[in-house]
Nanobody, 120 residues
């Protein structure tokens, strides 16, 4: 089970950190990903982090602004977002996969989503 939190209403250029806590499984055995879904749009890949945390991968739209990290001792993955833009407004979902992937279909566990709203 994945539980995401940390969303909220912020102004453009603000910083926000999302957290996603996992329970019920071997957290360190999963690649963790973040996806987002804006109103009326498809859910899209934001980024992912390897099982050990040693490798990360980001969508071009967030590269250089977002950072994913994980703490396997706390069964938690984080998404640090800086220089936020109104177009970053979306529900953000954490997810778990057994393989490294940018495809939604490869992620087998999903959190409930946390809403991030960025005002201009």
């Amino acid at each position: 089970q994945l539980q995401a939190c940390g969303g909220g209403l912020v102004q453009a250029w603000a910083f926000l950190r999302l957290s996603c806590a996992a329970s019920g499984g071997a957290f360190s055995s999963y690649v963790m990903g973040w996806f987002r879904q804006a109103p009326g749009k498809e859910r899209e890949f934001v980024g992912s982090i390897s099982k050990s945390g040693g490798a990360t991968y980001y969508a071009d739209s967030v590269k250089g602004r977002f950072t994913i990290s994980r703490d396997n001792a706390k069964n938690t993955v984080y998404l640090q977002m800086s220089s936020l833009k109104p177009e970053d407004t979306a529900n953000y979902y954490c997810s778990a996969s057994r393989v490294h992937s940018i495809r939604r279909i490869d992620y087998i566990y999903w959190g409930q989503g946390t809403l991030v709203t960025v005002s201009s």
